[in-house]
T-cell receptor, first 111, second 113 residues
């Protein structure tokens, strides 16, 4: 079945540092989504990408839809303590609502 | 604008029982999807409903079922509960039903004992 490989699995960084994480797949996706999940809550959408090559920013977050449509990355600049959480990538291949999720990247930020 | 509401937030059930979880989507959203989240398997797609019709189904046994009502509210049911069904069950709604900015609820934490 379709799988997304998300890396790194976890990161422990100093406040103010930039962070980069990515997802790769053997399948082509036509939508890439990036979510953040805090403990005990549902994932919150950060950035949505709908076109190959698309580069989109949301504040300190920037994400890109890979040209091959098989990968995406998320960058967080100048990290702050509230960036702590689990970040998930999700891909979609069809016009239905089935999202394929990566395994998540756990981010910890040291003040 | 109210978000996606899932009830109850927490549930403890005994093996063999059945359970019904509820999801109220954002007003105007016609698509509702359900996901199971566990530490071992991560986020797994259960099924999606659009205008009261199931459009897509994940790879889960028939004990997992769902439905959507005319007001777009959705329920999922799990019968003959097993210990492995313990998970966070998440519901997501979307306006166009195409994954455009799917909004998740806070989930229902189900514990099977």
């Amino acid at each position: 079945g379709q799988q997304l490989n998300q890396s790194p699995q976890s990161m422990f960084i100093q406040e103010g540092e930039d962070v980069s994480m990515n997802c790769t797949s053997s399948s082509i996706f036509n939508t890439w989504l990036w979510y953040k999940q805090d403990p005990g809550e549902g994932p919150v959408l950060l950035i949505a990408l709908y076109k190959a090559g698309e580069l989109t920013s949301n504040g300190r977050l920037t994400a890109q839809f890979g040209i091959t449509r098989k990968d995406s990355f998320l960058n967080i600049s100048a990290s702050i303590p509230s960036d702590v959480g689990i970040y998930f990538c999700a891909g979609k291949t069809s016009n239905t609502g089935k999202l394929i999720f990566g395994q998540g990247t756990t981010l910890q930020v040291k003040p | 604008k109210a978000g996606v509401t899932q009830t109850p937030r927490y549930l403890i059930k005994t093996r063999g029982q059945q359970v019904t979880l509820s999801c109220s989507p954002i007003s105007g959203h016609r698509s509702v999807s359900w996901y199971q989240q566990t530490p071992g398997q991560g986020l797994q797609f259960l099924f999606e409903y659009f205008s009261e019709t199931q459009r897509n189904k994940g790879n889960f046994p028939g004990r997992f079922s769902g439905r959507q009502f005319s007001n777009s509210r959705s329920e999922m049911n799990v019968s003959t509960l097993e210990l492995g069904d313990s998970a966070l069950y998440l519901c997501a709604s979307s306006f166009l039903g195409r994954g455009y900015g799917y909004t998740f609820g806070s989930g229902t934490r189900l514990t099977v004992v």
